[in-house]
């Protein structure tokens, strides 16, 4: 599997949060400025369960998550400014729709423990530091959590070290955007990458290589492959961003290509 390359995973250096606020207003504008682009990223921010984590073993487990930190109850406890940027997910592309396989949940602590106790039970989430909306949407998952009488600890790691799964947690929080051919891709990220390769299967290493085999033949599409792991519950999507593109009045064909990076191969200013 080493030779399939992976996706990139998106790293935004601007806070959504700054951008409303006007912080950064000389290098982006104001929101209210017109853009010469805007489409929702290729892409999104995710949970994944780790499959080493006792939490997660049964589907019933998953499909508490995914009712407990909904996106659509997620979106409703950001900042009300900056809500209009992010768009829940059901997949990792925006034109994808899959869910959860539907069942019965069952929280993985029992039903009887109290709030605010000092011996609440506790999930562990790892996220990279390079990115600055991470600990908006950490945040907000800790006080849903809260409320049902489970901490939420946080691991703040390099991005070397998320992006291999190296730290002993319960869910990995994360974001990635997909190159052209973006279905390509997708199965390249989930078979390719070690954080998601440990865990799409349920550390099923048997289910795995079939997964392997199956798309490398191409009898298993990238779509038919998210939509078996979605439905599975182990990759958890929960927003899309808008990308937006805001350039010089001269600029003449000015586009962002599906990573969010200017394509200067497309643009050219006109004469003064």
Not at 116 to 135: G, I, R, W
Not at 177 to 182: G, L, W, Y
Request: glycine share 6%; aromatic share 12%; charged share 20%.
């Amino acid at each position: 599997m080493a030779n399939i390359q992976s996706a990139t995973w998106l790293s935004s250096s601007i806070s959504d949060i700054d951008y409303v606020s006007g912080k950064v207003a000389s290098l982006t504008g104001k929101p209210s400025d017109s853009t010469q682009e805007m489409f929702l990223e290729r892409g999104g921010y995710f949970l994944l369960c780790d499959s080493r984590s006792p939490h997660w073993h049964d589907i019933k487990q998953r499909r508490w998550l995914r009712k407990t930190l909904n996106p659509y109850h997620l979106i409703q406890r950001l900042i009300e400014s900056i809500r209009p940027f992010w768009v829940p997910a059901s997949s990792v592309l925006p034109t994808w729709f899959h869910g959860i396989d539907a069942g019965e949940e069952r929280s993985p602590f029992s039903s009887d423990i109290a709030t605010e106790s000092d011996d609440m039970p506790v999930l562990t989430l790892a996220y990279h530091a390079q990115h600055p909306e991470y600990p908006m949407l950490v945040t907000e998952m800790t006080h849903i959590l809260a409320a049902q009488g489970i901490k939420l600890d946080m691991i703040e790691l390099d991005y070397t070290s998320w992006a291999k799964g190296e730290a002993n947690v319960d869910l990995w929080l994360g974001t990635v955007n997909f190159a052209v051919p973006e279905e390509w891709n997708v199965g390249a990220w989930l078979l390719g990458s070690p954080l998601l390769r440990q865990s799409i299967t349920g550390g099923d290493e048997v289910s795995l290589q079939s997964y392997l085999h199956d798309w490398r033949n191409q009898s298993l599409s990238s779509e038919q492959l998210i939509r078996e792991v979605i439905g599975s519950g182990w990759l958890q999507p929960l927003f899309h961003h808008w990308m937006r593109l805001k350039a010089p009045e001269q600029a003449q064909g000015a586009h962002l290509n599906n990573l969010g990076w200017f394509d200067f191969q497309t643009t050219w200013l006109e004469p003064e």
